[in-house]
């Protein structure tokens, strides 16, 4: 993983409100026009910035009739998080331990009902 290209990708104002915007829409994604429109964007803008983000392993598209779909790939969102985590912290869990502690409550696990 090359975390340098992710992270410039993301360095730019309008690729990082994009990569926010489609993790926010997971899993249903979003067509390259609405977002666009959303971002009130240049189309051949969007189109440069999604590029820098495909590129980049943050994002991927599948045409659909003659839209083409963008989703978040939050599998690369995790690796990337996850690299930084390790990075950073070098191994030692004194230091990631109150990070991934802070990370937690962001997304609690849905409890079954079963229980």
Do not use: W
């Amino acid at each position: 993983m090359e975390a340098t290209e992710a992270f410039a990708a993301l360095a730019q104002p309008t690729r990082l409100e994009t990569f926010r915007l489609l993790v926010r829409r997971e899993p249903a994604g979003i067509p390259a026009g609405e977002l666009a429109r959303f971002l009130a964007v240049p189309q051949n803008t969007m189109s440069a910035h999604l590029a820098v983000l495909s590129r980049a392993g943050l994002i991927g598209g599948e045409r659909q009739s003659r839209s083409i779909i963008y989703r978040a790939d939050l599998a690369r969102l995790r690796d990337l998080v996850l690299f930084l985590l390790k990075d950073c912290c070098g191994g030692r869990s004194d230091l990631c331990m109150p990070i991934i502690d802070a990370l937690t409550p962001c997304c609690p696990p849905k409890v079954s009902a079963d229980v």
